[in-house]
């Protein structure tokens, strides 16, 4: 069945560092990619999607390009804020037959400190 | 106004009871999901309704059963509570069921069972 795999957390940075959180999949068909963003005590937001190979979605910073040849969405931002600090969630969504379930990855903790 | 809402936002109760939780959405969504978040931040899908039509059920006990009065609500009822039903639980809802089509989160409803 589809899977999503990314890195284990918890990952801390210091302010302005870079970021890199790995996220590989493994789907039938061509799965639409996204990344969610759980800050504390809250629900998930969507912070970016990809439904295509070669894709590239971003958004406040946040960019993640969809690798077909890797099976890859990895998410990068170039300098990161304390505000920052949150659970990532990489997840797939296959809509093929009756399939439309959202299958998320572990989560990724991330701490920035100032 | 809030895009999804669920009530209530903390449940705390004794193992045996039958609770309910509410979750309407008013972005004229067609689709509503439920997730379970466990302690180590895992989301896994249970249910997911499309225009009052269960689509959806994972391999969850049948103590858990949903109900969709109309395409704005989804709610969910739990019989005889049992201690591993501890989690947050989250409702989403999407556009409808077309090809990448993201879903929004609730705040989530954290359930604790004494």
């Known amino acids: 069945g589809d899977s999503v795999t990314q890195m284990e957390g918890p990952v801390t940075l210091s302010e302005e560092a870079f970021l890199t959180i790995n996220c590989t999949y493994t789907?039938?068909?061509?799965?639409?990619l996204f990344w969610y963003v759980q800050y504390p005590g809250e629900g998930l937001q969507l912070l970016l999607k990809a439904t295509k190979a070669d894709d590239k979605g971003s958004n406040k910073g946040f960019e993640a390009t969809y690798r077909k040849e890797t099976t890859s969405f990895h998410l990068e931002k170039g300098s990161v804020q304390v505000s920052d600090s949150a659970v990532y969630f990489c997840?797939?969504?296959?809509?093929?037959?009756?399939?439309?379930?959202?299958?998320f990855g572990k989560g990724t903790l991330l701490t920035v400190n100032p | 106004d809030t895009a999804v809402s669920q009530t209530p936002k903390y449940l705390v109760t004794q193992m045996g009871n039958d609770k309910s939780i509410k979750c309407e959405q008013n972005l004229g969504h067609d689709t509503m999901y439920w997730y379970k978040q466990d302690s180590k931040k895992f989301l896994k899908i249970m249910f997911s309704y499309n225009n009052k039509e269960l689509i959806i059920n994972e391999t969850v006990p049948n103590r858990f059963s949903p109900k969709s009065p109309d395409k704005a609500h989804l709610n969910l009822h739990i019989n005889s509570l049992e201690l591993g039903d501890s989690a947050v639980y989250f409702c989403a809802s999407s556009q409808d069921l077309a090809y990448g089509q993201p879903q929004h989160f609730g705040d989530g409803t954290r359930l604790s069972i004494l």
């Open positions: 997840a797939l969504v296959y809509s093929g037959g009756s399939n439309y379930k959202l299958t």
């Open positions: 789907a039938t068909g061509y799965p639409s």
